[in-house]
């Protein structure tokens, strides 16, 4: 058994190779992967291993960015940056034209304003070399809120305080939000089309000149001797037929009119007044001429002397130059709210082109002259002024009820609340027995009132 077991090792060890054959073995070589791209996988094989041009680029240092990156790496960035690039110039073409068109704006109404204030926008005037005051620079009286809105100021004048001026122009430079509001005006009624428009409101003294410019008519010589600028209050408009609705849904004090159109006036305007008499005193031939001028680019020429917003609290209207007295007790703010303030406003589309801002230069001469007309022939009659009276009578009595019946509900919540603290205060201290005891009348109790109820209604 030893020898056979012997002789079977022999004939193994004969079949195995020496260790010198695999002296002259080949070493060995890496697989092709260039073979594999063409299989099933040949997509998921990055662009380098492929044996292609872009194989042989070697790697470099870290900041040799361009000889191992591709277009295909940045084809993200090639549809994003056109579309940035496209947003940033209509942006600056936006903001630019809008600026253009309010500084065309001015340069049309700098000399007028300037010839009738003496201060036109937010700097001091500059004197001449005769002492008097320079026409103001039109590219300086404006002031730039947002790329859409720009305002100026003027101050100056007999009869006006101060006017404020407000120039809403398109949003050109973001063309989204510019086509999101003309999709929503062809949708909803509640939003109005977009529109171009100036908006100048001219606060008058009515008699406040001591107490708003306490230097006005004073001189080293003595004091100047100031015609009054006192007239009665009272609301009158001239409007567009097509902002008639909106203006009389939006303003509280166009709410108290009555619409009539007026034989003297163009078709496509009316009159919105409080008084048949006041309309005549208002309605003149420079008047007429030119609202007919002006065509549809005039949107309402408002007068005055009660809040935009309807009050929530009412007053009591005294005589002229005094304080209204609250027919209950109410906050400084809430009176200073609803205390009327006379003022003349007027609202312009502005034109597409600066030659056509002659159509609308007579009405905005008219609005400027209107403060001195209204100090002149600016007193009715009692008759006309009780009619007015009566109206504004029927309106407090409203607000004085809704206030009323707000004030009310407040009252009975409060009662309410308190009733409730105590009876669950009142249940707290019971034991479980009496607190089962103690909703069972209240059950009872709340279904003979049910059943009294019905029975009444019956």
């Not at 809120?145 to 100021?153: C, G, I, L, Q, S």
């Not at 159109?261 to 030119?290: F, G, N, Q, R």
């Not at 007193?379 to 009276?389: D, K, M, N, V």
Request: proline share 6%; aromatic share 8%.
């Amino acid at each position: 058994m030893q020898g056979m077991e012997a002789m079977q090792g022999m004939t193994a060890d004969a079949s195995l190779p020496d260790f010198a054959d695999y002296a002259g073995a080949p070493e060995p070589t890496p697989a092709d992967f260039a073979s594999l791209a063409t299989g099933v996988h040949a997509d998921a094989v990055p662009t380098a291993a492929l044996g292609g041009p872009d194989s042989a680029r070697p790697y470099t240092a870290w900041y040799r960015v361009w000889e191992r990156t591709t277009r295909d790496d940045f084809r993200l960035e090639m549809y994003i940056l056109p579309f940035l690039a496209v947003l940033i110039v209509v942006h600056v073409w936006g903001t630019r034209r809008n600026r253009t068109k309010a500084r065309a704006w001015a340069a049309a109404h700098a000399p007028l304003l300037s010839a009738e204030f003496v201060q036109v926008g937010h700097r001091r005037p500059q004197l001449g070399e005769d002492g008097s005051v320079t026409v103001a620079d039109a590219g300086t009286i404006l002031k730039e809120n947002k790329a859409d809105e720009y305002t100026t100021y003027a101050t100056g004048r007999q009869n006006i305080a101060f006017v404020d001026f407000k120039l809403s122009l398109a949003k050109r430079y973001n063309p989204l939000m510019h086509l999101a509001d003309h999709a929503l005006a062809l949708f909803f009624e509640s939003f109005p089309p977009p529109q171009e428009r100036l908006e100048a409101t001219a606060y008058v003294f009515d008699g406040q000149e001591a107490k708003i410019a306490p230097a006005y008519g004073k001189s080293e010589a003595g004091a100047k001797k100031v015609a009054s600028s006192t007239f009665d209050g009272f609301v009158f408009a001239i409007v567009h037929k097509d902002t008639m609705k909106r203006l009389r849904d939006d303003r509280y004090d166009l709410s108290l009119t009555t619409t009539r159109d007026h034989a003297k006036l163009p078709l496509w305007v009316t009159v919105m007044s409080e008084s048949a008499e006041v309309t005549d005193a208002l309605i003149t031939p420079d008047l007429v001429k030119a609202v007919e001028q002006a065509g549809d680019d005039l949107e309402a020429l408002i007068v005055s002397d009660q809040p935009i917003d309807q009050p929530k609290t009412y007053v009591v209207h005294l005589p002229l130059n005094t304080q209204p007295v609250p027919c209950h007790p109410l906050t400084s703010s809430s009176i200073e709210e609803t205390r009327p303030r006379k003022r003349i406003s007027l609202s312009l589309r502005l034109p597409s082109s600066p030659s056509q801002y002659a159509a609308t230069r007579p009405v905005f001469t008219h609005f400027l002259h209107l403060a001195d007309r209204l100090a002149a022939h600016g007193s009715f009659r009692p008759e006309a002024l009780r009619r007015i009276r009566a109206t504004r009578d029927d309106q407090i009595a409203k607000i004085r009820k809704a206030d009323e019946e707000e004030k009310a509900e407040e009252r009975k919540a409060a009662l309410d609340k308190q009733k409730k603290e105590m009876r669950d205060a009142k249940l707290g201290r019971l034991s479980a027995d009496e607190q089962r005891k103690f909703l069972e009348k209240e059950r009872e109790k709340g279904m003979r009132k049910g059943a009294k109820r019905s029975t009444v209604k019956a």
